[in-house]
């Protein structure tokens, strides 16, 4: 496996909980994990996380409240966003936004993508990406 240059590391609170929505739900793979601390390297269609276990009295410490991800967002692209929405219904999992088409212009070419946002059982948002065709712009 080949590690991707920058790699974002979450702070969960219950790594069964984690692994069940990231794994269960949204599809993410188990590359390997540890157990002390709890660990677990992540990966889904080309992205890659880390996610490692508070351990108790850990919280006080790092002053984390719930929603761990304030401020922040990790997009994530998907070949299929209607894909992870159906899982998410499957298991009564909510969004935190619904589906948007957004374009962004580069030059004379706008690039679409299709986004959903979830919050995750700590609080960190993902925003789930699928491309769109590319258009061309006249002006």
Do not use: H
């Amino acid at each position: 496996m080949e590690f991707l240059p920058i790699l974002a590391e979450f702070l969960v609170s219950d790594m069964d909980k984690s692994l069940r929505f990231y794994v269960d739900i949204i599809g993410f793979k188990v590359e390997y994990g540890r157990d002390n601390p709890r660990f677990a390297f992540l990966s889904f269609n080309g992205s890659q996380i880390m996610l490692q276990e508070l351990k108790p009295g850990e919280k006080e410490v790092e002053k984390l409240e719930y929603p761990f991800g304030r401020g922040i967002n990790f997009q994530i692209d998907t070949p299929s966003v209607q894909k992870i929405m159906d899982n998410l219904k499957k298991n009564n999992y909510p969004l935190k936004r619904g589906v948007k088409d957004s374009w962004y212009r580069a030059g004379k070419v706008e690039y679409g993508c299709r986004e959903i946002l979830v919050m995750d059982p700590d609080g960190y948002l993902l925003r789930f990406s699928e491309g769109l065709k590319k258009r061309q712009c006249d002006t």
